[in-house]
């Protein structure tokens, strides 16, 4: 069992950079696959990255290739999501998850058991 929770969301101007962090609790951890998703203001909620158990393996979104990096410290149990080159489609409210089977990258929302319970991005011009 694993309970999350982001942090690190805010206002931040176009072009800027923002990093958010998803604190995990669970003795199991570092054998789960971690996701990011988010969903803006009246739209699905959507896959943003994801990275493997032991991070030898990412997975991003074409909306932000290029531009956001996940990565996890096992150690410390937590996961990252680095953000640069914010745009205002980039504005949502921004999840972190956890599947358990951490050795398979899958974009789906059902592949990750466990959810966050989100942190605001908001970008503006």
């Known amino acids: 069992q694993v309970q999350l929770v982001e942090s690190g969301g805010g206002l931040v101007q176009a072009g800027g950079s923002l990093s958010l962090s998803c604190a995990a609790s669970g003795r199991t951890f570092s054998s789960y696959l971690m996701g990011w998703f988010r969903q803006a203001p009246g739209k699905e909620r959507e896959f943003v990255a994801s990275i493997t158990w032991n991070a030898d393996g990412t997975d991003y979104a074409d909306s932000v290739k290029g531009r956001f990096t996940i990565s996890r410290d096992n150690a410390k149990n937590t996961a990252i999501l680095q953000m640069r080159s914010l745009k205002l489609e980039d504005t949502a409210v921004y999840y972190c998850?956890?599947?358990?089977?951490?050795?398979?990258?899958?974009?789906?929302?059902?592949?990750?058991?466990?959810w966050g319970q989100g942190t605001q991005v908001t970008v503006s011009s």
């Open positions: 998850a956890a599947g358990r089977y951490g050795g398979r990258l899958n974009r789906s929302g059902s592949a990750y058991g466990y």
